[in-house]
């Protein structure tokens, strides 16, 4: 289900104050706090929401990022994953004046980033160069990440004193408590902007899309996966960046099927190639191969064609291929080969291959009883 919009979940404009945006939460936070409800599965899930709209609203820096990006923002997985006020502490805090959560004042690293890819069996096999299209956001090029518009700088916060933090003391039921709360000037980023940065609208960071080179090793297989440190998004306030991880997806060959670093392929010959033996040319993932067949070879025989396999991934040495030849019965004969066919048979006295083998009639025989 889709998250609604986190000032539709206070009940407050876009353009309400800090004051106003605290205001409204507390207020809400009361009537659905889980220890105000217990067991009330519905108010527990609207406080989570609460809270997780206030933590964003309530912070200049992700109130600008929310603004500008909604939740697609900077950080991952939208702004989820604050967790919940389950305690004693947190509805004394909600009651009595209480922070709201801690804030996030020094360098913070930027999110991951995933990417996958789709590639052939044979550059699975022999590896590739490629250049991919990634979105991510970076620190904005015209401010640097400061938000201030050029020739301007954000300010110390006089109020807190770039702290981010108001201490205050209040009598409570257990007596005068001396408790921090977040500023309400500069909503706990200890800095003002008075001229935010056009670009970025105060965010700091900027979404786009860049091409980045990576390279495929040798042998990689279905979920194997790349990390290329850095390449994720940018960090915050000089935090560095995150990493991006590219997954690896391997389409399916007509011919081969892989198992481990082994490829099986299957074969057709004809019934004179298998009778007679010979030489046969086999299509590997490197172009074509001989392989030699000993004479009488049976349908469904399976050999052995070493190193042209996978390549062992970050190793040394490659797998195997194994080929299984199928003996293909001709169905459109002309008047001379099936002459020819005819005086085999009789040269051979009328017996079948089968029949040759020790023991068939033995079999037969005891097929026939039951």
Do not use: W
Not at 1 to 29: C, F, P, S, W
Not at 255 to 277: H, N, T, Y
């Amino acid at each position: 289900m889709a998250k609604r919009d986190y000032y539709e979940v206070l009940g407050v404009a876009r353009n309400a104050t800090g004051d106003e945006i605290k205001k409204a939460y507390r207020k809400l936070a009361r009537q659905y706090h889980p220890d105000a409800n217990p067991g009330d599965t519905e108010a527990e899930a609207k406080f989570k929401e609460l809270n997780e709209a206030y933590m964003v609203l309530c912070d200049r820096e992700k109130r600008a990022n929310y603004d500008h990006f909604g939740h697609d923002a900077p950080g991952g997985q939208g702004f989820g994953g604050f967790g919940d006020f389950g305690g004693f502490g947190d509805i004394f805090d909600i009651f009595f004046g209480g922070g709201g959560g801690r804030r996030h004042t020094g360098p913070e690293k930027g999110s991951d980033i995933r990417s996958d890819i789709e590639i052939s069996l044979k550059e699975a096999a022999f590896g590739l160069e490629r250049e991919i299209k990634v979105p991510r956001v970076e620190t904005c090029g015209t401010c640097g990440g400061s938000r201030a518009a050029v020739g301007s700088k954000p300010q110390t916060c006089p109020s807190c004193n770039g702290t981010g933090q108001m201490q205050f003391t209040q009598s409570t039921p257990f007596g005068r408590v001396v408790q921090s709360r977040t500023c309400d000037r500069c909503n706990g980023a200890g800095k003002i902007i008075d001229k935010p940065c056009p670009t970025c609208r105060g965010a700091g960071q900027v979404r786009k899309t860049r091409k980045i080179k990576i390279n495929v090793p040798p042998g990689v297989d279905s979920g194997s996966r790349l990390r290329l440190a850095g390449e994720g998004e940018a960090g915050l306030r000089g935090g560095p960046p995150g990493d991006l991880y590219v997954y690896i997806h391997v389409k399916p060959h007509r011919l081969f099927k892989r198992e481990g670093d082994d490829l099986i392929c299957e074969m057709p010959i004809s019934f004179a190639q298998a009778a007679l033996g010979g030489e046969l040319e086999v299509p590997t993932l490197d172009g074509s191969a001989k392989l030699k067949v000993p004479e009488g070879t049976q349908t469904g025989t399976i050999f052995r064609m070493k190193g042209k396999g996978i390549p062992h991934l970050n190793g040394y040495g490659q797998g195997d291929q194994h080929v299984m030849v199928k003996v293909v019965t001709p169905t459109h004969l002309n008047d001379r080969q099936k002459e020819l066919l005819k005086e085999f048979v009789e040269l051979d006295g009328g017996r079948t291959q089968g029949q040759h083998e020790k023991g068939f009639f033995k079999k037969m025989k005891d097929a026939l009883k039951g």
